[in-house]
């Protein structure tokens, strides 16, 4: 029985139609060489029957000529009506003979032969009375003509008789033959009829064993197969160890279910990680985006001071021309300025500080960005391994023909799904590319910021040697007054690019900020493309 599970249906269709096609040839022929044996029987019933009893009505009638023409010889008168009489009896007696041995070719039974011969013996007798009645007769001794003829005709009542008796043992075995032709052909009907029977009760038999072997696995599978369309995955497919159609089906089928319950706990683990990282981006940019509001706030207050230095450094200016009346006041301011100076270095020293963090949180983005455009490669690829696998499965439905329609149906629906996730993943996959131009974009910017605030916070330095220079330089001498001046315009000229510098920064942190902004939609985004692969995955159930 293993060996006929492991061939193909064609095979298996091919060797049940074999087998029936045996069964029936020998069915027919068993019928024919029936009926071809109740044909011959028959026939040579007719044959050796009929022809038997016609040739003893033949024998009987040649006989009964005979005893009329001996009967009428003794009223004949002259010699040539005996004569003519006595050559009819001849050929009435060779015709008798002829009849008789056609009669005994047809006879079976020994005891009928001897019967026969018997016959044959008495009708010999009775010729031997008859011609003597004949030659009587011709010498014209009527009276012992008549007296041997009465003796004859007791012979010939006698054959007759006994040719009644041959004719009755020949209908007799007409009716044996006949029960026996009747016996045969009833033997041959409950034969065929015996067959028949069996041909259909084997055929019943192969009908319910092709069905337990084909359709019962192809019907489980289905059933399966439906309650895996309907999401529910929690049902397994036995091993099978057929290697027909039926069981690649079954096999291909447990390989599918197995593949897409692997597909969607990977895409589970995928979709919560990047429910996580996406969370955290938010979270992120928000401290982010925080930080960002303070360093532009920083910087705001910063180009104040700037301003306000300018300002003092354009009054020392205007003073210095009065170095005499106005170099305890330049010394005042002198002091007053290099005060502002460190708090500007203190002031740039945080904002260095402050770009450098957001430089490194764009970064830290950057790497999770990289991480989620990984998930969304692997979502990817299972999309495209359940887009062959279903590709598959329609071929396989498609060669197992009308019983493979459920299969195919379920194997589009798991292509339209592959479709839908590589859909899916590719939107997050064009989301992380606006993500990643825009960390690149923001990485620029700090690390453009941070040399910005590097030249602002060297400058600035520089501006405070010049203004202890300049202080120095007031309390050593009132004759220093146009070098104080000078010092002053290089002063006015620095601060002037400091300014420049900082409204530099100061862009470039509002430019920061609206990255963090985008960032954070961006991650918000992503959550939301989260929830709509988890409740794509929540259509199946698994344990």
Same mark, same amino acid.
């Given at each position: 029985?293993?060996?006929?599970?492991?061939?193909?249906?064609?095979?298996?269709?091919?060797?049940?139609?074999?087998? #029936?096609? #045996?069964?029936?040839?020998?069915?027919?022929?068993?019928?024919?060489?029936?009926?071809?044996?109740?044909?011959?029987?028959?026939?040579?019933?007719?044959?050796?029957? %009929?022809?038997?009893?016609?040739?003893?009505?033949?024998?009987?009638?040649?006989?009964?000529?005979?005893?009329?023409?001996?009967?009428?010889?003794?009223?004949?008168?002259? =010699?040539?009506?005996?004569?003519?009489?006595?050559?009819?009896?001849?050929?009435?007696?060779?015709?008798?003979?002829?009849?008789?041995?056609?009669?005994?070719?047809?006879?079976?039974?020994?005891?009928?032969?001897?019967?026969?011969? &018997?016959?044959?013996?008495?009708?010999?007798?009775?010729?031997?009375?008859?011609?003597?009645?004949?030659?009587?007769? /011709?010498?014209?001794?009527?009276? &012992?003509?008549?007296? +041997?003829?009465?003796?004859?005709?007791?012979?010939?009542?006698?054959?007759?008789? /006994?040719?009644?008796?041959?004719?009755?043992?020949?209908? =007799?075995?007409?009716?044996?033959?006949?029960?026996?032709?009747?016996?045969?052909?009833?033997?041959?009907?409950?034969?065929?009829?015996?067959?028949?029977?069996?041909?259909?009760?084997?055929?019943?038999?192969?009908?319910?064993?092709?069905?337990?072997?084909?359709? +019962?696995?192809?019907?489980?599978?289905?059933?399966?197969?439906?309650?895996?369309?309907?999401?529910?995955?929690?049902?397994?497919?036995?091993?099978?160890?057929?290697?027909?159609?039926?069981?690649?089906?079954?096999?291909?089928?447990?390989?599918?279910?197995?593949?897409? /319950?692997?597909?969607?706990?990977?895409?589970?683990?995928?979709?919560?990680?990047?429910?996580?990282?996406?969370?955290?981006?938010?979270?992120?940019?928000?401290?982010?985006?925080?930080?960002?509001?303070? $360093?532009?706030?920083?910087? $705001?207050?910063?180009?104040?001071?700037?301003?306000?230095?300018?300002?003092?450094?354009?009054?020392?200016?205007?003073?210095?021309?009065?170095?005499?009346?106005?170099?305890?006041?330049?010394?005042?301011?002198?002091?007053?300025?290099?005060?502002?100076?460190?708090?500007?270095?203190?002031? #740039?020293?945080?904002?260095?500080?402050?770009? &450098?963090?957001?430089?490194?949180?764009?970064?830290?983005?950057?790497?999770?960005?990289?991480?989620?455009?990984?998930? %969304?490669?692997?979502?990817?690829?299972?999309?495209?391994?359940?887009?062959?696998?279903?590709?598959?499965?329609?071929?396989?439905? +498609?060669?197992?023909?009308?019983?493979?329609?459920?299969?195919?149906?379920?194997?589009? &629906?798991?292509?339209?799904?592959?479709?839908?996730?590589?859909?899916? %993943?590719?939107?997050?996959?064009?989301?992380?590319?606006?993500?990643?131009?825009?960390?690149?974009?923001?990485? #620029?910017?700090?690390?453009?910021?941070?040399?910005?605030?590097?030249?602002?916070?060297?400058?600035?330095?520089?501006?405070?040697?010049?203004?202890?220079?300049?202080?120095?330089?007031? %309390?050593?001498?009132?004759?220093?007054?146009?070098?104080?001046?000078?010092?002053?315009?290089?002063?006015?000229?620095?601060?002037?690019?400091?300014?420049?510098?900082?409204?530099?920064?100061?862009?470039?942190?509002?430019?920061?900020?609206?990255?963090?902004?985008?960032?954070?939609? +961006?991650?918000?985004?992503?959550?939301?493309?989260?929830?709509?692969?988890?409740?794509?995955?929540?259509?199946?159930?698994?344990?």
């Amino acid at each position: 029985m293993k060996w006929f599970e492991d061939r193909t249906i064609g095979t298996k269709l091919m060797l049940v139609f074999l087998f #029936m096609a #045996m069964l029936v040839g020998f069915v027919g022929y068993q019928a024919k060489s029936g009926m071809e044996t109740i044909y011959d029987i028959l026939n040579d019933f007719k044959d050796r029957q %009929t022809v038997g009893i016609a040739k003893l009505g033949e024998a009987h009638t040649e006989m009964m000529r005979l005893s009329r023409g001996v009967a009428n010889a003794i009223l004949d008168e002259n =010699e040539t009506d005996i004569d003519r009489r006595i050559a009819n009896a001849k050929a009435y007696e060779e015709r008798f003979f002829r009849a008789f041995e056609l009669y005994k070719k047809s006879i079976i039974q020994m005891e009928v032969k001897e019967k026969a011969a &018997e016959t044959e013996k008495l009708f010999k007798d009775l010729r031997q009375k008859q011609n003597l009645i004949m030659q009587l007769a /011709r010498a014209r001794k009527d009276a &012992e003509a008549r007296a +041997t003829l009465k003796e004859a005709r007791i012979m010939a009542d006698e054959l007759d008789v /006994r040719l009644d008796e041959l004719v009755k043992l020949k209908e =007799e075995r007409i009716a044996q033959e006949t029960i026996e032709a009747q016996a045969i052909y009833n033997s041959k009907r409950s034969f065929i009829y015996g067959m028949i029977i069996t041909a259909i009760l084997v055929a019943l038999g192969l009908g319910i064993f092709l069905s337990r072997s084909i359709a +019962t696995p192809i019907r489980q599978v289905s059933q399966i197969v439906e309650k895996v369309a309907q999401g529910d995955l929690n049902h397994e497919i036995p091993n099978v160890t057929r290697r027909d159609e039926i069981g690649i089906l079954l096999g291909s089928a447990k390989k599918m279910i197995d593949g897409v /319950r692997v597909m969607i706990q990977e895409l589970s683990a995928g979709v919560q990680t990047l429910s996580s990282s996406a969370n955290e981006l938010v979270a992120a940019t928000s401290q982010q985006q925080a930080t960002a509001s303070e $360093q532009a706030s920083s910087i $705001q207050e910063t180009s104040t001071t700037l301003d306000e230095i300018k300002a003092i450094v354009n009054q020392a200016s205007e003073k210095a021309k009065s170095v005499v009346d106005g170099s305890n006041r330049s010394l005042e301011v002198s002091k007053t300025s290099q005060q502002a100076l460190e708090q500007a270095v203190e002031a #740039m020293a945080k904002i260095k500080e402050q770009v &450098e963090a957001i430089a490194e949180n764009i970064l830290d983005l950057s790497e999770k960005a990289a991480q989620i455009g990984e998930i %969304t490669a692997s979502v990817n690829d299972i999309a495209e391994q359940s887009n062959l696998l279903a590709v598959n499965a329609t071929i396989e439905a +498609t060669k197992a023909g009308e019983v493979g329609k459920g299969f195919g149906v379920v194997a589009v &629906e798991v292509k339209n799904l592959a479709a839908q996730s590589k859909q899916a %993943t590719a939107q997050v996959r064009a989301i992380l590319s606006e993500i990643q131009k825009a960390t690149n974009t923001a990485v #620029m910017v700090t690390e453009e910021g941070g040399k910005r605030v590097e030249s602002g916070v060297s400058q600035v330095h520089q501006v405070g040697i010049n203004v202890r220079h300049l202080s120095e330089a007031i %309390t050593e001498a009132s004759n220093a007054a146009r070098q104080i001046a000078s010092a002053t315009n290089q002063q006015v000229t620095g601060i002037e690019q400091i300014a420049v510098a900082m409204k530099n920064i100061n862009q470039g942190a509002n430019d920061n900020v609206s990255g963090t902004r985008q960032v954070a939609t +961006t991650a918000e985004n992503l959550t939301q493309l989260a929830k709509v692969i988890s409740a794509i995955i929540q259509r199946y159930r698994l344990n």
